[in-house]
């Protein structure tokens, strides 16, 4: 094929999607520079990483003689960058109408940076209570070190209290560009509306989901696989804003693949839920709940199969 034709081939692809972006889908959006930038709040995350955890990742753009002019620069480029994305992020508000003029939505932005940097000492509280909680509920734990570097559980939950924190200052989009971007690592997805208390231990965490309404008290233990969900999605954007997601109370463990689903479902404090279990209604405190008359098939060879029943004990609970 010659030259010119090809040219004219690619010439003729290039006007026809340049012309179906002229049409009225909300897709068409051309405008670069508007809207949050998706790396750079990666980047964010990154930063904040090393604000909350000053001694475990490390800048390496920069030689380090003195620690505290090196965090000092990390936190300033930091606020200005994150003041950069929460100004964009403004403009997807629902009530975007009430910020009036420009002026409005930098004074607001940098309220908002100020308000989360002051925040941070709080943040990196409640970390440490979820970095003891893993130490102390897992015994294939070797270091608080190891945690921190290597745990996705921790990664997850630490993503998710950054969010939080601009989530309630009511700031759009970053913060599910940021618990997103934890999902996309861990297999962990905690939307930032989520309220979780202290010492937060996720063991594993692979398939992980809690859903934006859902309420964790203290001293909880999620192991992978489990949904604190919505009972129903039907309702799609009439269901904003009301509570669809479980509360789940102080001192509960839920073992792996377990369902919690619904918005007045509650779980009673000190409550076990076994493995695979299906939950919709409230559990009174102090219960537990496992799948009952499991059965199970053996096949070895030539020998016909049999099954039995395999009845849990309390021992079962510590066999994941």
């Keep these: 094929m010659k030259e010119t034709v090809k040219n004219e081939e690619i010439d003729h692809i290039v006007k026809k999607i340049f012309e179906d972006y002229e049409g009225k889908k909300n897709i068409d959006e051309m405008d670069l520079f508007s809207k949050p930038d998706k790396e750079e709040v990666q980047e964010l995350v990154t930063s904040l990483f090393r604000i909350i955890y000053p001694g475990f990742f490390r800048d390496r753009s920069y030689k380090i003689y003195n620690p505290m002019n090196s965090f000092a620069v990390t936190i300033e480029d930091t ?17 975007s109408e009430e910020i009036s003029s420009e002026e409005e939505r930098k ?22 209570t979820d970095l003891l909680a893993t ?21 997850a939950i630490t993503v998710y209290r950054i969010a939080h924190e601009l989530y309630k200052e009511d700031v759009p989009v970053l913060p599910r560009l940021m618990t997103e971007y934890a999902h996309s690592l861990t297999g962990i997805d905690i939307h930032p509306g989520a309220t979780i208390g202290k010492y937060f231990f996720i063991d594993h ?6 859903g934006e309404t859902s309420i964790i008290g203290q001293n909880v233990k999620i192991y992978q696989g489990v949904t ?18 479980p509360t789940i109370c102080d001192n509960v463990t839920i073992y792996a693949n377990a369902s919690i689903l619904g918005g007045d479902t509650v779980i009673g404090e000190n409550t076990v839920i076994g493995g695979n279990s299906f939950i919709t209604c409230s559990i009174d405190a102090n219960t537990r709940v496992s799948m009952k008359n499991l059965e199970m098939e053996y096949k070895n060879g030539d020998h016909e199969g049999k099954s039995e029943e395999v009845r849990q004990s309390d021992e079962w609970y510590y066999m994941i």
């Design 205 to 210: 965490g692979t398939g992980i989901v809690i």
């Design 135 to 155: 130490f102390d509920g897992d015994p294939a734990a070797g270091s608080l070190e190891e945690i921190i570097l290597a745990y996705p559980g921790l990664m």
């Design 228 to 245: 604190i969900g919505a009972l129903s999605t039907r309702g799609g954007q009439k269901l904003s804003g009301k509570k669809r997601h």
């Design 79 to 95: 606020f200005y960058h994150l003041n950069k994305q929460v100004y964009l992020a403004l403009g997807f508000r629902k009530n």
């Design 107 to 128: 004074e607001t932005s940098y309220r908002i940076c100020k308000n989360f940097f002051d925040r941070v000492p709080l943040i990196r509280e409640y970390i440490e």
